[in-house]
């Protein structure tokens, strides 16, 4: 079996092809070559033994790492259904929480330093998993991207008043890149909440 694991999650290779079904639910494809690499058939996969039940943990562990998260907090549920060509599809769903955090690019423009830092004081905790915080700076204002986890209410409302909340689309991202001179390189917003006022 740790043969038939390193077959599949060999560093550098992405051979899981993963679909997101909503927010709880994920479908991951393997195919019979695939499986065959590591010694196994989708057949294999669908039985109650210790060792599919490892391999299965194991791909959704590889899935999470692909896309540099940890793993998540609720109870998963996994379904395994043996396809054409000795592959299978396994259907992997989120007992009680989502999968995956929900996550959104914004901008906040200001011209106000103090409104700056209240902004990335109220951004701080709600930052999604390693996401990645920039301050830029033109001749009219200062310009923080952050990803942050979607909620009900928006996390700056408090500064409304003060800043201006965009969505950091990629033709905004390359606009501000290509006309804005960096400030803070990497975990702005970390920064910016630490300043006093």
């Known amino acids: 079996m740790a043969a038939a694991n390193a077959a599949l999650y060999r560093k550098g290779e992405n051979i899981l092809q993963v679909l997101n079904i909503g927010k709880t639910t994920m479908k991951i494809i393997l195919s019979g070559k695939e499986l065959a690499r590591a010694g196994l058939t989708g057949r294999d996969m669908t039985g109650d033994s210790p060792q599919s039940a490892a391999l299965i943990t194991k791909i959704v562990e590889a899935v999470y790492a692909q896309r540099g998260?940890?793993?998540?907090?609720?109870?998963?549920?996994?379904?395994?259904?043996?396809?054409?060509?000795?592959?299978?599809v396994l259907y992997i769903s989120s007992i009680n929480g989502n999968l995956f955090p929900e996550t959104g690019n914004a901008v906040i423009i200001t011209d106000s330093i103090p409104a700056l830092i209240n902004a990335a004081r109220l951004i701080k905790p709600h930052l999604s998993e390693k996401g990645k915080s920039r301050l830029y700076a033109d001749s009219r204002s200062f310009k923080l991207t952050a990803e942050i986890t979607e909620s009900e209410e928006p996390v700056t409302a408090e500064s409304e008043k003060y800043v201006n909340i965009i969505p950091a689309t990629e033709s905004v991202l390359a606009h501000i890149s290509e006309h804005c001179r960096t400030i803070i390189g990497e975990k702005a917003v970390e920064t910016l909440s630490s300043l006093e006022t």
């Open 69 to 88: 998260l940890s793993m998540p907090q609720c109870r998963l549920f996994a379904e395994v259904f043996p396809t054409g060509g000795k592959g299978c």
